[in-house]
């Protein structure tokens, strides 16, 4: 386990306390041979009876995607509700607000012209309902000189279906031209790419819109369709996100059917393609949090909590973002709940929902907990896919060594000494939900996890599946977990708050900021 230091120059006292920390981990290696039966029948627990491959395979397989305000999200709180009552675990649903309501359809995409093909891809989220499938064809946005040119140009989109995306270069992501180009070949393909991208950006800003405001535009206009490539950087890999659109439909068209379309678009041969993307509209529908609880035997006002975000994308299953920090949080519960019934603390567990569009559940937990945020102990969060935990941050918290250091020693050895822990660290202001927590200067942790190239494969994109998911990994965070709530639980002192003194921004050279708490979206895609 390593210790580093984020907040540069320190003052005397502080490079003493952080000197400290080896020490006490090199204590920690002892004190770990300890025998603790609460974390011997943690480790135990999960290594013989893990639960986590048919919790993965009824929230994957079973109920899938889980955007907000979709049916996929509603069936998963109500599974969430029933697994908790199994487990012997009170557990509620909370409604903070509420979001535009969405079920995706059906989505077929074919060439029909100059030859047949069925097409990889899907409409974005909250794409509108296309009552009968449209076959038109395919343009690309040209450039223009000026927004000017633009508006004279914009008449011809009328019926048709316009490409609002560059044309990657290659299919390939960047590792494999590495292990096989030449330097030469690489450094070319780079440049041609800086240059396309640059290009690209251009002839968007030069329409006077941006790459959100463009869609409507060219609805007003009389488009059949948006078609779009957001490619993710890897083989077969897109990233699915939201529709601009009110009317007509907008799909993501994978890289390689996307250049096929293209180049014969630009040679002049006018491709002709039909579209059938079928969504309903709910109206507004509820969105809520899912609390988790075992309550207290001491000191039951005080609180630990374990923390993962509940919703996901659609393009896929929403599996490494964020099926597994839910599987992870929930199979700790349970094994806390079998082997650690009666906490001192009251563990509670958030599975909140709109994390994707803004963190907005843990924001109004916190806005409408202000007892539990005043009263936590420690929350630990992951949210970075199906990796086993490599680091954990002081997040700013000026003591967050002394505490987390002395939990981490009963952390079984090939679990501890594969994580970095960085003190007193820098405060997130987002990414995840922990940041909520860490607004308000409460201690909340981040359980960081080792990629498994997760941000070009698996985060947001049509390939985040249960096939992803490394078990072996995910059983090492539930034993983490666990036992850090416990070690949590039982420690006899609360955590201290106090801050570090944030580091001299060097662009700026002003002192930085401690992030400020941001109010939740209760009320999504309505207005």
């Known amino acids: 386990m390593k210790t580093t230091n984020t907040l540069g120059r320190l003052t005397r006292g502080c490079i003493t306390t952080l000197l400290v920390v080896p020490a006490l981990l090199s204590a920690g290696t002892s004190l770990a041979q300890t025998k603790d039966p609460v974390v011997d029948a943690i480790v135990k627990e999960e290594t ?81 309902n296309m009552k009968k499938p449209v076959t038109a064809e395919c343009i690309i946005l040209p450039e223009f000189a000026d927004s000017v040119a633009f508006q004279k140009w914009l008449p011809a989109v009328k019926g048709k279906f316009v490409m609002i995306s560059m044309l990657q270069p290659t299919g390939r992501p960047d590792y494999n031209w590495t292990e096989f180009g030449t330097k030469e070949s690489f450094e070319k393909m780079k440049t041609d790419r800086a240059a396309q991208i640059d290009a690209w950006r251009k002839r968007i800003a030069n329409t006077g819109l941006t790459s959100r405001t463009l ?36 799909v993501d068209i994978a890289l390689e059917d996307y250049g096929i379309l293209y180049r014969l678009a630009d040679g002049g041969e006018k491709p002709m393609i039909k579209i059938q993307a079928e969504s309903t ?24 909590m374990l923390s993962a975000h509940f919703d996901s994308w659609d393009g896929g299953q929403g599996a490494t973002d964020n099926g597994t920090g839910t599987l992870t949080m929930m199979e700790a519960m349970r094994i806390l709940k079998k082997v650690y019934p009666n906490p001192k603390r009251t563990i509670l567990v958030g ?37 086993r935990v490599v680091n954990i941050g002081g997040q700013g918290f000026l003591n967050s060594y002394d505490y987390i250091s002395r939990w981490l020693t009963k952390v079984p050895a090939n679990i501890r000494e594969g994580i970095t822990t960085t003190f007193p660290g820098s405060p997130g202001a987002g990414g995840s ?56 639980c039982e420690d006899p002192n609360k955590t201290s708050r106090d801050k570090a003194v944030m580091p001299i921004n060097p662009r700026t050279g002003e002192q930085s900021k401690w992030p400020s708490q941001t109010k939740a979206t209760r009320r999504g895609g309505l207005d």
């Open 48 to 128: 013989d009876n893990s639960q986590l491959q048919p919790l993965a395979h009824q929230l994957l397989d079973g109920i899938g995607s889980r955007l907000v305000g979709s049916p996929g999200m509603a069936k998963a709180g109500e599974w969430a509700l029933a697994k908790y009552k199994e487990f012997g675990i009170t557990a509620r649903q909370e409604k903070w607000g509420e979001w535009r309501g969405w079920e995706r359809g059906i989505s077929h995409i074919d060439m029909v012209s100059p030859r047949v093909r069925s097409l990889e891809g899907t409409q974005l989220a909250w794409s509108p």
């Open 215 to 250: 869609p409507p535009a060219l609805e007003k206009a009389g488009a059949a369709g948006i078609v779009t490539n957001n490619w993710s950087a890897g083989f077969g890999v897109d990233k699915i996100f939201s529709a601009y659109t009110k009317k007509i439909p907008t």
């Open 351 to 387: 599975h909140w929902s709109s994390e994707e569009q803004g963190l907005n559940g843990s924001r109004a937990f916190v806005e409408d907990h202000p007892e539990i945020v005043a009263n936590l102990q420690a929350l630990f969060n992951q949210d970075n896919g199906t990796g």
């Open 433 to 488: 939900d922990f940041a909520s927590f860490v607004a308000v200067g409460a201690p909340g942790f981040s359980l960081s996890s080792l990629g498994w190239s997760y941000g070009n494969y698996t985060w947001h994109t049509n390939r985040d599946t249960y096939d992803k998911l490394v078990f072996d990994d995910i059983k090492n965070n539930a034993i983490l977990t666990a036992i850090l709530v416990y070690q949590a």
């Open 281 to 304: 509209e709910l109206g507004a529908v509820p969105t809520f949090n899912i609390i988790g609880e075992i309550k207290g035997t001491e000191k039951p006002n005080e609180y630990v």
